[in-house]
């Protein structure tokens, strides 16, 4: 599907020449991050009803689960606050995610927090997801996938919505926005606001969060700039440690550990754990038009971030929070007791995107530039110590981080014949990233790690394919090579031990798709698309621990993915069915596993092929709706296959597989309250698990051999993401 023809369409039924010289901007920020069906390579793209359809109240994420290869979690089980997704197995560190052609990938931790973007679904007007390397311009390595987000066009008519939505768990959420309509022929303000609360399924997890969007439009002949600004707030409780496997089988599905630990009366009681930040986005976009063929766009963007993290550690030591040991009343050496840590940081990022785009009946031509610089500051505080006599002061870890980006990139679409179009897109990026100061880790003999990074990596990375299209039919071939530098943990968790290498991908991609379409009643759509993403040096924990015994990410030489993707849909009259599978094989060559040995060196087991963690070979969607735009009934299903939680293919430890079933129902009507005044209402009935599935999403594990234990007989301590059972919400979006 491409983006274009829909936003023309909207352009135009608004009626004057000026507001549909309003999609420029658009139509750039799509062309150079987006790509129509015709080139070469693997994407879905969601807009209009089925997007908005799609938001549910939960995360952005949940967004794209319909949508082939995709898994989602979330650590509350309600897929609000800290939830993330995996596409073909590869997380969101290694999956290029960008907003009206900004990065929004964390420059250091090169992912996505989407506890920093609570209803962010509202600022968007279309999402493409390109699977494999994809057409990302600038930003992180995709290594999995490039997400292209597009923010909601401007209405040009006066207009005021307001959405209400209630359920599960003491969730609420609300959105009002509003627009000022075209004021003077040449500017539009608009604006949104949303809040939401919920209590969290897992145990200690509720939150409060978020977000704000502003945006001021400015619209003439040849020119459109646009200066929007959005931000937000979370404070959240967290469940990183997941549920234990053990707890899950007593039935406590929802306990949480963080925080736990023993009062002065000898009672168990706990200290939620709490994420706390705040966000602000600036961006100023233009595009000028000097003639038909020619057009040139930029944006200078700026990011600011503040926040930290706060858990209660029981029984700490205390040199590993540079406090002294004291002697208490009966004389004996204090070293280790209960305290309350925050690990603090302070992100500046800005830079600058332009590109040109130059375009014929034949060649599709757009070349560019992008630079960024990030400032990072990271230190910890001790707010609190049980029974500490001395004062609390200072930090206890203090770093200071930079990371310099710079891009030049060029993309071409030339039609060799009427049915052949060659695609061809050349990247060179070069990235400069240094940490100083003192890390959070400390060695037995209390010494504390000092960091002293400074790591230069040059990348070229070509990508191109041909794309063969007829009336119904379309064939692709593409290949593509991508580069990642390794994140700030790869370095921080490593220790004295080898610094990491920058990871490659030679991504090969093949596919057929078929379209057939009768009037505007039935459509038929299929598609197959066949990958082979070949990795040198991926970047996986192997289970070795560093010198400050923290689980190393290790390049292996050899890994590689392959699959085949399947989508299909039918629609006729009313109903609308939609489905995809994908069938994977994802493995390590030569993989040695590390066990950690309580009484000597670690244990090495070599195995020569195994699973990748986290990468089931069997994912399926399917979607069946019944309804008109007045009307409607949907009922979604989602299975994935067994995920691994280490790399070693034991079906011991790891995810079972699941499949789950969300059912919405929603009626739209109109209240015409004067002759030439109306209030448009839309309620909405979610029901998520429907069949309430006992399931997770996600985990860690930990083994160790030693005392008894073995290798076949291993200590084990484990967590994992419990969802939610049977869940509700109800929706009401009214527009003035």
Same mark, same amino acid.
């Given at each position: ?45 969601? &807009? ?141 303000? &608009? ?68 925080? &736990? ?55 700490? +030591? ?72 001395? #004062? ?18 060029? +993309? ?180 040695? &596993? ?9 244990? +090495? ?105 073995? #290798? ?25």
């Amino acid at each position: 599907m491409c983006l274009l023809p829909a936003l023309n369409m909207a352009a135009e039924s608004e009626g004057t020449d000026s507001i549909a010289k309003s999609v420029a901007l658009d139509e750039v920020l799509i062309k150079t991050n987006a790509v129509s069906r015709t080139v070469p390579m693997a994407m879905q793209t969601l &807009e209009g009803r089925e997007l908005r359809e799609s938001d549910t109240g939960r995360d952005l994420p949940w967004l794209l689960m319909m949508t082939p290869s995709v898994v989602t979690s979330s650590d509350n089980g309600l897929g609000l606050g800290l939830t993330s997704f995996r596409i073909r197995g590869t997380d969101a560190s290694r999956i290029n995610l960008t907003y009206d052609g900004v990065a929004l990938n964390s420059p250091e931790d090169q992912t996505v927090f989407w506890a920093n973007m609570n209803a962010f679904a509202g600022s968007v007007e279309a999402i493409q997801v390109q699977r494999g390397v994809g057409t990302s311009t600038n930003g992180s390595g995709a290594f999995g996938a490039t997400v292209t987000m597009l923010s909601q066009k401007p209405s040009f008519k006066p207009s005021t919505q307001i959405y209400l939505r209630g359920g599960s768990y003491g969730t609420w959420q609300y959105t009002a926005k509003g627009s000022t309509g075209l004021l003077a022929k040449h500017w539009v303000a &608009e604006g949104r606001y949303s809040q939401t609360l919920t209590d969290g399924y897992i145990d200690r997890t509720a939150g409060n969060l978020g977000t704000h969007y502003a945006a001021i439009n400015y619209y003439d002949d040849d020119l459109v700039v646009q200066l929007k600004n959005f931000g937000s707030f979370e404070y959240t409780g967290q469940a990183w440690n997941g549920v234990p496997s053990d707890s899950i089988a007593a039935g406590n599905r929802t306990y949480n550990n963080l925080g &736990e630990h023993i009062d002065d009366n000898g009672h168990t009681v706990w200290k939620p754990t709490t994420d706390n930040y705040v966000q602000n986005n600036t961006q100023l976009s233009f595009v000028y038009t000097p003639s038909n063929s020619l057009q040139l766009h930029g944006v200078f963007h700026y990011t600011f971030g503040r926040g930290y993290y706060d858990d209660y550690k029981a029984d700490a +030591k205390y040199y590993k929070f540079r406090l002294d040991s004291y002697e208490d009343k009966d004389g004996h050496i204090v070293s280790k007791g209960d305290l309350i840590r925050q690990k603090w940081l302070r992100n500046h990022n800005m830079g600058g995107i332009f590109d040109i785009r130059y375009t014929t009946q034949r060649l599709s031509l757009i070349s560019g530039l992008s630079f960024s610089h990030f400032i990072g500051a990271h230190w910890g505080l001790v707010p609190f110590a049980r029974n500490y006599p001395k #004062p609390l002061e200072g930090h206890f870890y203090d770093s200071d981080a930079t990371k310099s980006d710079a891009t030049a990139f060029a +993309k071409a679409e030339y039609s060799l014949s009427r049915h052949l179009l060659a695609y061809a897109d050349m990247q060179f990026r070069y990235i400069d990233y240094r940490i100083t100061g003192m890390n959070d880790k400390f060695y037995d003999d209390h010494s504390q790690q000092p960091l002293n990074v400074h790591e230069r990596f040059p990348f070229f990375n070509p990508k191109a394919g041909l794309s063969w299209r007829a009336t119904n039919h379309t064939f692709y071939a593409s290949y593509a090579r991508a580069h990642r530098e390794p994140t700030r943990n790869d370095y921080t968790d490593a220790g004295t031990s080898d610094k990491p290498l920058p990871e490659t991908l030679n991504d090969i991609e093949a596919g057929y798709q078929f379209h057939w379409q009768r009037g505007k009643a039935t459509v038929i759509h299929a598609g197959i698309n066949a990958y082979l993403m070949d990795y040198d040096n991926q970047l996986i924990q192997t289970g070795q621990l560093s010198d400050i015994g923290e689980a190393l990410a290790t390049n292996v030489a050899d890994s590689y993915r392959h699959g085949i993707e399947l989508t299909a849909g039918f629609k006729h009259g009313l109903m609308d069915l939609i489905g995809n599978c994908t069938i994977s094989e994802n493995k390590i060559i030569n993989f040695t &596993e590390y066990i950690d040995n309580w009484e000597g060196d670690p244990v +090495k087991i070599n195995y020569p092929q195994t699973d990748l963690a986290f990468s089931p070979a069997l994912t399926a969607g399917g979607l069946l709706r019944i309804g008109n735009e007045k009307t409607w009934g949907s009922l979604s299903t989602r299975y994935v296959g067994r995920q691994f939680l280490d790399n070693t293919s034991c079906a011991d430890r790891s995810i079972a597989p699941y499949c789950v079933s969300d059912l919405q129902l929603g009626h739209a009507f109109r209240w015409q309250h004067y002759y030439d005044k109306s209030t448009d209402f839309e309620l909405t009935l979610n029901v998520n698990n429907l069949f309430n599935a006992h399931y997770a999403t996600g985990g860690w594990i930990y083994t160790a051999v030693g005392y008894g234990y073995t #290798p076949e007989n291993r200590y084990r301590e484990d967590g994992l993401f419990v969802q939610a059972p049977l869940t509700a919400f109800l929706s009401l979006a009214i527009k003035i």
